[in-house]
C-alpha cells in the first residue's frame, strides 16, 4: 500500500459544450492542407473545403486563456461584415481553430510566378524586383481600404490594437483567372484589395480592459514594436478605455503608411536603428517615442510620395502625433481620399487657344500676367473700364480665360522685337525688358515668397510652396496675382472669387483634364485643403511634362507700386528733403510712393530704383502693395518717366 494511501479510480465528467452560436467544420473535412505562416500565437493553413479553397487559423497551445482569446476572435469576425475584412467561415474545437476565406495577391496576371498574402510583402516585392511607377497608385488604394476597416471597427465600437503589414491581408482574386480584357477592364477599377485581419488582441465595448497593458507589452517584444502607440511604450496609458485603444490604433495606422511609402525600409525607424549602431528593441522604441522622434523618409521614393503617394504621407502626418488627443478620427482620415482624381476635385476651365497654337509664342508665360490687366485689350475684348483691376474687381472665370486667350494670340507680336527668340526669360529678366523699353505704365515689383533649390518634387519643396501660397499678409488681403517657375515653366497664380486659381498657356491633355489647349485651375475655396489640391495638381502637371524631381522652383507675388506722386517744384523737393532729415538732394525729379490704406497718415518718400533687383534689394521702398493693374502702353509714354535705364536686353541672371 501507498504511503499515501489507496486510490480511487476516478470517474471522468466531461465538460458540457456550450454552444457559441457559430458555424462549425470538421477539421478531418480538410484536404490538400499545407501551412503558410506561424508564430507564437499557432499557425495558418491554406486547404480545401467544400471545393474552395479556404484559410485555417490553427492555435498553438491548449491553455485556457489563448483558447478564450481564440474563441473570442471567431466571435468578432463572425459579427463582423465588410469588404476590408475577411469573411469568417466556420469554427472547429478540435482542434481549436477557425476558417476564413483565402486571401492571396498572384502576380500571374502580370507575368510573373509570384504570390504574396500581405501588404508587407507586397512593396517589399515590387521594391526588390522591380519599381512603383506602374504600382505607385495601388498602394493608396491599399491604405484606404485599411483606413475603411478601421473606421468600420470604431463604428463598431472595437480597437484592433495590432495593425501592421502582416495583419493587412492583400488580394486579386476577383481578375485572377479572367481573360485579358476582362482583367484590364477590372483591375482599372480596382487593381487590389485589402483586408484587415488578426482580431486576437482586439477590445470591444462588450469586452473588459483589464491587464492590457501587460499583455500588449508581452505582444510587442515577441512582434514588431514599431507599430505601437508611444503611451504604450512609455507606460503612459492608465485605465484605457476604448477611446484610448482607438487612438493606439491611430498610431499605427500613420506607421503603416510610412512603410507603404518607404518600400525598401524593412520597417519604421530602421534607419534610426541602425545609426544606433544596435538592433530596434523596446528600449529604443522608448527613447524615440520618449524624445519624440519620428522615423525619417529614405531618398528612394521621395519624388513618389509628393505625387502619386502624397495621400499616404498626408495620413502619416495627420496619424504619427506623439500626443494621443492631437490624432484624428478615421472619419477625417478618410476625407484625404476624397481627393483620388484631383481633376473631379477642382473646377477645369480649358482655354481655345495655347502657345502651341499662337505664332512665334516661345517664352510667352510671363506676359499673361501683363495681359491680366491690359487696359485697351480688356476695353477693346469685353467693353469694360480701362481700370479693371483684379484687386478692386473679381473677374468672372470666364473673363479670366477670356484674358489668356487674348494674351495668347496677341501680345507676343508686341514683345517679339525686344527679346531673343532664342533665349528663355525667368520673370524678373523679362519684366526688365518689358520696362526698359517702355512697355508697361504701372510701377511693381516681384515679392519672392519662395525661392528654394529644394527639388520641387521633395517634401520640403511642397512645403515651401504651400507655406508661400497660404499663408496671407493681412495687409494684402484680397485678390492677388503672382507667378510661379520651374525651368522651363512659368505659371500664373493667384486669387479670385474666395477661391485659388492657376492659368497655363501650354497644351493640355486629357490626364489632366484638358483639351489640348490652355487652362485655367480653380479650387473650391481658399481653404488649406484646396491649396494643397492646386498644388498637387502642379505637381503632377511638371511631372508629366519630365520635369526633373531636383529642379529648382521659385513664387512671387506680383505688387504694385501706387498713387505715383512726381515732385517738380524746388519747394517741394526741400520739404521733402526736410521729411527725411536730409540736407541736400541729388535730382530735382523724385518720386515717391504714398500708401491708400492710410493717406492721412505721413509717408516716408524714397527715391526710384533704376532696377527690379534694387527695388527687390529696398523693402523700404514700397510703402504700400497691392496686386497690379500692369498696362502695356500703345501710343503715349507719359508714364515711363524714371525708367532711365535703356537697355533692349538685361544680363542673364544666374538663377
Not at 492631437?326 to 482620415?333: A, C, L, V
Request: charged share 25%; glycine share 6%.
Amino acid at each position: 500500500m501507498s504511503k499515501l494511501g489507496s486510490f480511487k479510480v476516478p470517474s471522468l465528467i466531461k465538460k458540457r459544450r456550450i454552444d457559441h452560436g457559430l458555424p462549425t467544420f470538421s477539421w478531418n473535412s480538410l484536404r490538400n492542407v499545407e501551412e503558410i505562416g506561424s508564430g507564437s500565437y499557432g499557425s495558418i493553413h491554406r486547404a480545401i473545403y467544400d471545393k474552395e479553397t479556404v484559410a485555417v487559423k490553427k492555435l498553438k497551445g491548449e491553455s485556457s486563456i489563448a483558447k478564450e482569446r481564440f474563441l473570442k476572435e471567431a466571435k468578432l469576425l463572425f459579427e463582423m461584415k465588410h469588404e476590408s475584412i475577411p469573411g469568417f467561415l466556420g469554427f472547429t474545437e478540435n482542434p481549436y481553430s477557425l476558417m476564413m476565406e483565402y486571401v492571396m495577391f498572384d502576380f500571374q496576371p502580370f507575368g510573373i510566378e509570384k504570390s504574396v498574402t500581405n501588404i508587407g510583402e507586397f512593396y517589399h516585392f515590387i521594391d526588390h524586383e522591380f519599381d512603383f511607377k506602374s504600382f505607385a497608385d495601388v498602394l493608396v488604394v491599399c491604405i484606404r481600404d485599411v483606413v475603411n476597416a478601421l473606421d468600420y471597427l470604431h463604428n463598431h465600437s472595437i480597437a484592433h490594437r495590432d495593425l501592421k503589414p502582416e495583419n493587412v491581408l492583400v488580394s486579386n482574386q476577383h481578375y485572377c483567372q479572367k481573360d485579358k480584357d476582362t482583367f484590364a477592364r477590372i483591375y482599372a477599377n480596382c487593381p487590389i484589395v485589402c483586408k484587415v485581419t488578426d482580431f486576437g488582441f482586439s477590445r470591444s465595448l462588450n469586452t473588459q480592459t483589464q491587464s492590457i497593458l501587460q499583455s500588449r507589452t508581452e505582444d510587442v517584444c515577441r512582434g514588431t514594436p514599431v507599430y505601437m502607440a508611444p503611451e504604450i511604450h512609455n507606460n503612459t496609458l492608465k485605465n484605457a478605455n476604448l477611446g484610448d485603444l482607438k487612438r493606439t490604433d491611430i498610431w499605427s495606422l500613420g506607421m503603416l503608411a510610412y512603410a507603404a511609402i518607404n518600400p525598401n525600409l524593412i520597417n519604421p525607424y530602421h534607419k534610426e536603428a541602425e545609426d544606433l549602431g544596435g538592433p530596434l528593441t523596446m528600449d529604443t522604441m522608448k527613447l524615440f517615442t520618449q524624445i519624440q522622434q519620428l522615423p525619417a523618409h529614405d531618398l528612394k521614393y521621395e519624388s513618389l510620395r509628393v505625387t502619386e503617394w502624397w495621400q499616404l504621407e498626408e495620413v502619416f502626418q495627420m496619424c504619427a502625433k506623439f500626443e494621443p488627443s492631437f490624432r484624428p478620427s478615421t472619419s477625417e482620415i478618410l476625407q484625404v481620399f476624397n481627393f483620388q482624381n484631383l481633376e473631379d476635385s477642382l473646377t477645369i476651365k480649358s482655354l481655345n487657344v495655347s502657345q502651341s497654337t499662337a505664332l512665334e509664342k516661345k517664352d510667352n508665360e510671363f506676359a499673361t500676367i501683363m495681359q491680366l490687366s491690359e487696359d485697351a485689350e480688356i476695353q477693346a475684348e469685353f467693353d469694360t473700364n480701362a481700370d479693371l483691376n483684379i484687386n478692386e474687381r473679381c473677374l468672372s472665370w470666364d473673363d479670366l480665360v477670356g484674358i489668356g486667350e487674348e494674351t495668347i494670340s496677341t501680345l507676343p507680336l508686341k514683345i517679339n522685337a525686344f527679346r531673343d527668340m532664342t533665349e528663355t526669360y525667368d520673370p524678373v529678366d523679362a519684366k526688365a525688358i518689358l520696362t526698359s523699353n517702355n512697355l508697361l505704365a504701372a510701377n511693381y515689383e516681384l515679392s519672392e515668397e519662395c525661392v528654394s533649390d529644394n527639388g520641387v518634387f521633395t517634401g520640403l519643396g511642397r512645403k515651401e510652396l504651400f507655406d508661400a501660397l497660404s499663408k496671407q499678409d493681412p495687409t494684402k488681403q484680397g485678390n492677388r496675382v503672382g507667378l510661379y517657375t520651374c525651368s522651363p515653366y512659368t505659371f500664373l497664380v493667384g486669387t479670385n472669387n474666395s477661391s485659388y486659381f492657376l492659368m497655363d498657356t501650354h497644351p493640355i491633355g486629357e490626364d489632366l483634364g484638358g483639351n489640348g489647349n490652355g487652362i485655367l485651375v480653380v479650387t473650391s475655396d481658399l481653404s488649406e485643403e484646396s491649396c494643397k489640391l492646386l498644388i498637387q495638381w502642379l505637381l503632377k502637371r511638371l511631372k508629366s511634362s519630365g520635369v526633373s524631381g531636383d529642379s529648382a522652383q521659385s513664387f512671387a507675388w506680383v505688387t504694385e507700386v501706387h498713387d505715383i506722386q512726381v515732385i517738380n517744384s524746388d519747394e517741394d523737393v526741400t520739404m521733402l528733403g526736410e521729411r527725411r532729415g536730409e540736407e541736400d538732394t541729388e535730382t530735382d525729379t523724385q518720386m515717391y510712393a504714398t500708401s491708400d490704406v492710410a493717406e492721412s497718415e505721413p509717408q516716408s518718400p524714397h527715391t526710384c530704383s533704376s532696377s527690379i533687383e534694387e527695388d527687390l534689394a529696398n523693402p523700404t521702398y514700397v510703402t504700400s502693395m497691392r496686386t497690379p493693374t500692369i498696362t502695356v502702353l500703345s501710343d503715349s509714354d507719359d508714364s515711363s518717366e524714371g525708367n532711365d535705364v535703356p537697355i533692349d536686353k538685361p544680363a542673364r541672371r544666374k538663377r
